[in-house]
């Protein structure tokens, strides 16, 4: 496996190991604030390796169809894992996450279309802004829950908290239904239906 390909793998076994680490506290009585330095790092790596496996697909001359479709699916993966943590935890609305969930998986089966004619959908400009924000809106739920494990008193910010991450959820939201709709116009040629 190309190193490249590892750093997209680690993104994939992490995003389980956060979830296992974000309720250790419920599901094995683990200590709440001990739990925020564990997995505040694990989430500032699985992020980094996003940077990392296109840095040395680069420069090692490793770029490759498989790598297209590899790192997009692990993304999809770690940012689903975060987001529905979150919507356990109260910060994130479900209908948000479940439409959000829609998009990812239509955005797969674009994909799949369009692997089917032999062409890999790489990430477009408008795809790698929705992944900034899912990421800017993850940290910023997680930077909240960290607060609490620590015993912060956050009541007297509260509304200001819960707008924030209302427009950040509804930003994610949104900007993933544009960046889908674009790939869908740049590749509409490739993913005629009638010639599925």
Request: proline content about 2%; glycine content about 6%.
């Amino acid at each position: 496996m190309r190193i490249a390909d590892k750093f997209t793998l680690a993104r994939i076994v992490l995003a389980p190991v956060f979830f296992v680490i974000f309720f250790s506290s419920e599901w094995f009585g683990f200590d709440l604030s001990a739990s925020v330095f564990i997995m505040v790092p694990l989430l500032i790596f699985a992020e980094f390796t996003d940077f990392l496996d296109g840095f040395f697909a680069r420069k090692l001359g490793q770029v490759s169809d498989f790598g297209k479709l590899f790192d997009p699916f692990a993304d999809v993966l770690l940012h689903l894992t975060t987001f529905f943590c979150f919507v356990l935890s109260g910060y994130l609305s479900p209908l948000i996450f479940l439409l959000i969930l829609y998009r990812e998986m239509s955005m797969n089966f674009v994909r799949m279309l369009a692997l089917k004619k032999g062409v890999a959908i790489g990430a477009r400009i408008g795809g790698k802004l929705k992944t900034v924000l899912y990421v800017v809106t993850g940290f910023f739920f997680l930077a909240i829950e960290c607060f609490k494990r620590f015993g912060c008193d956050l009541s007297s910010m509260q509304s200001i908290f819960g707008t924030l991450g209302t427009v950040l959820s509804v930003l994610c939201l949104l900007v993933s239904y544009i960046s889908f709709i674009e790939y869908l116009v740049c590749f509409k040629s490739v993913l005629n239906i009638e010639e599925v």
